[in-house]
């Protein structure tokens, strides 16, 4: 079973950046497709980025797209999501997923 750990979130101010991992365990790193979202208080998990199995092909929400960018490293077994400019409404717990999985969460706090 796909075990997924969140690192690297924090509390940053309103423009700057902030690289978030996610450490997979229990499966072939190489047979799983990723997924980024995030989740504020009272709404829904927000999809943010995903990456295929082989990392050439990505894809992004509207609302990060040009600011965040998801890799990853079969080397590491880690995917990685880049956030750069952020805003003060990005404050979220972020979640990392795949297989069906969720990881825990890692808390981004954005001061305006």
């Known amino acids: 079973q796909v075990q997924l750990v969140e690192s690297g979130g924090g509390l940053v101010q309103a423009g700057d950046s902030l690289r978030l991992s996610c450490a997979a365990s229990?499966?072939?790193?190489?047979?799983?497709?990723f997924n980024w979202y995030r989740q504020t208080p009272g709404k829904a998990r927000e999809f943010l980025a995903a990456?295929?199995?082989?990392?050439?092909?990505?894809l992004y929400a509207d609302s990060v797209k040009g600011r965040f960018t998801i890799s990853r490293d079969n080397a590491k077994n880690t995917v990685y999501l880049q956030m750069n400019d952020l805003k003060a409404e990005e404050t979220a717990i972020y979640y990392c997923?795949?297989?069906?999985?969720w990881g825990q969460g890692t808390r981004v706090t954005v001061s305006s």
């Open positions: 229990g499966h072939t790193f190489s047979d799983l497709a």
């Open positions: 997923n795949a297989a069906g999985t």
């Open positions: 990456i295929t199995r082989s990392g050439d092909s990505t």
